[in-house]
């Protein structure tokens, strides 16, 4: 495999670095740097989303016929590589690398008119609806059920652990229509407008103190029949396929690579006492390492994939497995380089937006934050059990 860039493609790279010295801004590359959550707060992660729009680069894995950039799996690399190493915001990544390559394959002629277009410039804000009570890693025994009532669907369940459902406009949410002889059967893929009436969203705060996810209450909503994407009945397949892609979905070791330099950039300060002088620090930041380089690999691997907009296989769940594992050792080594400083845990939420002087240097801010988001890590979008399954039965033949 030649890893080198042609003329063409440092040319690209130049052309990246520019937008982005252009369009991000201190706010947002503070707000990214202390934000401890895979998840951006709105009002910065969609300004980016605005600027990428602008670009032309909205939606970098999308055919280019839906408004994707008709990059090669090279350029698509640069550009994410770049973006990591700039630091800037995440976009949603639930409409951009979930439900849109989902509308994509299974959609309406109007289905994709209407929502694709407000993906991509950040008009609307998606949150998923998967889990509920009793049904997480066994998701295909949800309960939620929509009753068909003429032209619409009446909507009653609940849905938990729904990521930003409080800034979202739009929900894509499994629904149960039917009952069949397995679980997965009876179940459909609907999309929601979040101001319909009869929905209630609560707050969960987690360990680490953010409100990042939340419950949502459905009772006796009506959402339109012509919100269900595809056939009923069908919602399991789309799901899977939409999973496929938020396991497999972007570069997440340029990201890891980064977070493990900040990680030993903190270890040769002051600030920890040199804590690299450890023989087990400095071995681990070494063996940790190697493990993004390895996982780069497999990324490489399956970028074209992405780039036509095809699901990535249950290499995605490899990627899951993986990119899960590695982001809890970074967090874990970020907690022990620090030290006792890591018992002065800032309760405020966004970090970004505090309003007096922290008890610990900015620069460790986030380090215990993100170590206690991390935990969540080898659970969201499959639990790393569910990911080992997978890939014993579909690649092993297990």
């Not at 700039?86 to 409409?95: D, K, L, R, S, Y």
């Amino acid at each position: 495999m030649d890893l080198s860039f042609n003329a063409e493609e440092r040319a690209f790279q130049d052309e990246v670095r520019g937008f982005i010295a252009k369009n991000l801004t201190e706010e947002m590359k503070r707000a990214t740097a202390l934000t401890p959550s895979v998840f951006s707060d709105p009002d910065i992660g969609m300004a980016w989303q605005r600027a990428l729009h602008r670009q032309g680069w909205g939606a970098p894995g999308w055919p280019v016929e839906y408004g994707g950039p008709d990059w090669t799996p090279a350029q698509r690399w640069i550009f994410e590589t770049e973006c990591a190493r700039a630091g800037v915001p995440n976009v949603n990544v639930m409409g951009v690398k979930m439900v849109g390559p989902v509308i994509i394959g299974f959609g309406s002629p109007e289905q994709k008119n209407f929502y694709l277009p407000r993906i991509l410039s950040g008009e609307d804000y998606w949150c998923q609806g998967y889990s509920e009570p009793g049904s997480g890693s066994d998701l295909s025994s949800l309960k939620t059920r929509a009753v068909r009532d003429g032209d619409d669907y009446i909507i009653n369940g609940t849905k938990i652990w729904t990521t930003h459902a409080h800034h979202a406009n739009r929900m894509f949410a499994l629904v149960r229509t039917g009952d069949g002889p397995r679980q997965q059967d009876g179940i459909s893929f609907i999309l929601i407008d979040m101001k319909t009436p009869g929905i209630t969203t609560r707050p969960i705060l987690t360990i680490g103190g953010d409100h990042e996810v939340n419950q949502v209450f459905f009772d006796d909503v009506r959402v339109p029949v012509a919100n269900r994407v595809g056939e009923e009945g069908k919602g399991w397949t789309y799901g899977k396929y939409l999973l496929e892609f938020e396991r497999g979905a972007g570069i997440a070791s340029a990201k890891l690579r980064e977070g493990l330099k900040a990680i030993a950039d903190l270890a040769c300060s002051d600030l920890t006492g040199r804590a690299i002088d450890s023989p087990d620090i400095a071995t681990r930041i070494s063996e940790v390492e190697v493990d993004i380089d390895a996982l780069e690999m497999t990324e490489l691997r399956v970028l074209s994939a992405l780039q036509t907009g095809q699901n990535p296989g249950a290499v995605s769940s490899i990627l899951k497995l993986r990119n899960s594992e590695i982001r809890q050792a970074v967090t874990r080594l970020g907690a022990d380089v620090i030290g006792h400083d890591a018992l002065a845990v800032e309760p405020m939420r966004p970090l970004y937006k505090l309003n007096h002087e922290p008890a610990t240097p900015e620069e460790m801010l986030t380090v215990v934050p993100e170590y206690l988001n991390g935990r969540a890590y080898t659970i969201f979008g499959g639990t790393s059990e569910i990911q080992r399954d997978i890939i014993a039965k579909m690649m092993l033949g297990i």
